[in-house]
């Protein structure tokens, strides 16, 4: 929960109503004027609790099982403002981020290192601007990136003919095609839940 979030005095009254649309039971707190969660109602999957509460007042959700922290519209206070009909809040689990080049960012810094060593060891000395959607931060610096691998020929893009005077040999971390080092930097990323602050 952000911190030093809490009810103030506030006079306009109003109502809400918060729908579950987990699978799972939810508890519903009040966040008092001490920063304290203040447990009021717990709502069964796909059910609505209708609340009498104050504009600017602040309310948080969690599975009253695992204690899990869940959101509305994102974020895990919903505080309500002045409303002439009730506002239905969905009460939903956070949703993963799915890394992509334009996502880097959101991910932690190490994370940031280990993607870096990864271009390192790769030998790429470019960037990913070239691809449509370029990677910010820490993937931009002097020096890193996969600008250079997308214009190596993959080694396996040869002719019928040439195939059969191949010899085995070792698969490199170097021949690596482009589009496959990205799916191994999206498949190694840590789970970063898509919540947006206060």
Known sequence: MPHQVRSGPSSQ???????NDTDMVVSVSWIDYEGKEVPYEKIQPGKYYRQQTFVGHPWSFRTNATREQ????????FVPVQSSTDFVASIQHPAAITWSPCKHDAFPEDFHAAVQALLLCHGSQG??????DPLPGSLKRKGSGLSNLLNKRNPLQTS??????????????????????????????????????L
Request: proline residues 5%.
């Open 13 to 19: 009254s109003t109502f809400v109503q918060f729908k």
């Open 70 to 77: 869940l959101v509305v519209d994102r974020r895990v206070l």
């Open 127 to 132: 960037k990913l601007q070239s691809l449509e």
């Open 160 to 197: 019928s003919s040439n195939l059969r005077s191949l010899q085995p040999q070792k698969t490199m971390l170097s021949s690596l095609p482009h589009d496959l080092v990205l799916d191994i930097i999206r498949r190694s990323a840590p789970v970063v839940l898509d919540i947006e602050d």
